[in-house]
């Protein structure tokens, strides 16, 4: 009892004090998930993320001597976990935003980010309507939310039929999985179909996904032209395999975001070859961003991927990309507030203005890693471009441009559900005046 | 015989002073010196799954049937109480009340095959509400109120025109329904209600020769124990998540509930809330342990499956040496020290 008396303060000490940090620091609390279903994507992305900021701060010596600073917190993509290390990590200093790489995560945070004033960034995924910066100030759903992703996979395909006139008459079934995030998507098919006049078939897999026999028997009745398939984990490799079985050619397969990855090709070998999913990033090393990272990072021994090979790889890509955002923002806000650690305010104000043509992507060593971004108060995707790769079983290749998606579009589709969530929370509309003052402590 | 009841008097004043002492101390004393991560990280969530360790306890703990469903109706109190509260324009406590007679409701249609079966064959056959639930509230957008990601935000906890949305707001509005749960369950438990249900537990042929109304026991336990899930689903979702999906409320939530009520000590009041206190604190404390030990050196996946692995063996080994659970080594640890006290 009395070794237990006198142990228990050091233990509690030990335990709940957070590690300080320094005075010009600018401080990235990461909700990361090494272990559980997930952790291909969570290790790829956050060790691309943190790979992105060692190279700043080895490199340059911090953002305009500003050091980047980081702690972790693991989630395994678990959303009380998730909210258990934000109120954790949120009473850091120098805190500029927030990256967890899950929409159950990020919805938990909405209301204490908004409180808070930090920016909440869901790269490539994220709730849609957060898009609209009017009624979401510090939600960044950046380069591409989930209509956009369809809009672009819809351009794709009709660019490969030779123009949006071509898909008429055609016949397009999307393979979902049977999960809000497989459904969210439904509408804007449909949407879609209606204006451009192709068929649309809608399957539902049920979650995990590692029986398809019935959907694919269903699609061989249907013979579309393409399949669009909306996967999430071992769904992915399944559908690939079942689709080699039922003798779909797997070239008329278009993956979507959560598709795209090495590790949901891999498993499904042979039948992989030939697969086209869109991206954001490009994979690869051959950009001259991760050749820096390979000679800055790798080569002194300080890189956080435990396996070098996946350098290059989508996830780990799509971490970079999204240090280079985060990075960039933080620059941004530095010019107009001063070179020093920014308040979370600050830095969402640096995200709203956080516009990289093609030619400061190149400067950045980024040139077709990704295309360019153009954020402002009330967009807060940025108007990101897509591309497509195909696998060739031992890697991804580029097979097609920068691809637009139809934004204008989508956006009164956005806006009427930010609406309806502004009038149910009795949130304000904010105005571009509104968006260009900043707290600073 | 004097000294014995001396001691009678003295433990009596002694647990007679703790309720309120412990009162004073959770709705005063907390929230005045506790810092928000305290709050917001471990004790909102102590606390719903608290009273979801409480339901289930009523159903398996007291009266011995086994389920596996405690997330379904998790989930139904959640998602109930947002949609009263969004269609129906009442104050959230009456939609919380709602919630909880829903849940009763989805609770006394699976509590029928108890009527049949029993044991495993009852845990299984209440699988079937987790699967059925989890189904239902992703296959039909209404109950999202239409959310295009199946994900809905929480409302504004208001109290007659207060608004609890700060963390101390929603640990007293969570605090305040947990205690009056808690002594409503502490009456029925006490009370002839809850000799019927240890009976039907003990032996439900000899209950019922002795005229025990065993169908309408073991259904009124159903009933209650899943209306007090369904709100310990709302406090889960609204004070603690601050967000609803239906995915939260998964198999893995029933077994963690499930592992409460073992690890806390069947049919104590008192266990379910420290098994629920060790589910909650034990896996943040072995973490921040082996960050503080480890951070750095060895990979950080591989730091977190042997925490697992130590979480797993600890509860493992817990077990076999004391079955009954932490609320019996509470009571061998307070004998012990009046036995000091007195010597």
Redesign the interface.
Known sequence: MSFLTRIAPALLAATFLASPVLADDQHFPLQSYRVGPYAAGGTGFFGGFIDYMTLINTRDGGVNGVKLTWSEGETEYEVEKGVEVYQRLKSNPGIAAWNPLSVGIAYAMIDGVTADKTPLITINHGRTDTTDGRVFPYVFPLLLNPYSETSGIVNYIASKEGGPEALKGKKIAVLYHGSPYGKETIPIYELLAQKYGFDLVQIEVPHPGNEQGAQWLQIRREKPDYVVLRGWGVMNPVALTTAQRNGFPVDRIIGNVWSNSEEDVRPAGDAAIGYTAITTQASGNQYPVLQEIIKTVYDAGKGNLSDPARIGSVYHNLGIVNGILNVEAVRIAQARFGNRTLTGDEVRWGFEHLQLSPERVKELGAENLFRSINVTYDNHEGEGYVTFQQWDGQKWNVVSDWIAPDWALLRPIIEKSSEAYAKEKGLPIRSAADADAAVSN | MTAISAFATRAGLATGLALPALGLLAFVAVPLTAS??VL??ILL?FLALSLAGLGLNLLTGYGGQVSLGSAAFMAVGAFAAYNFD?RSGLPLPVSILLAGVTAAAIGLVFGLPSLRLRGFYLAVSTLAAQFFVQWAL?KF?WF?NG?????I?AP?IELAGLRLDGAVGRYLFSLSIVAAVTLLVHRIVSGPEGVNLIAVRDNETAARVIGVPVLRTKLVAFALSSAIIGVAGVLWAFT????V????FNLDRSFQILFIIIIGGLATLRGTFLGAALIVVFP??L???SA?AFDGLI???LI??TE?IVLGTTIILFLIAEPNGLSAILSRLTARLRGIGRG
């Open positions: 928000p991560y917001e990280a969530p969004l992703t957008a999202s959310s295009p990601s199946g994900i935000a504004v603690y998540l601050r967000t999906e239906p995915a939260g943040l404390l973490g921040r342990l503080a990979d950080a996946g977190k499956l697992r």
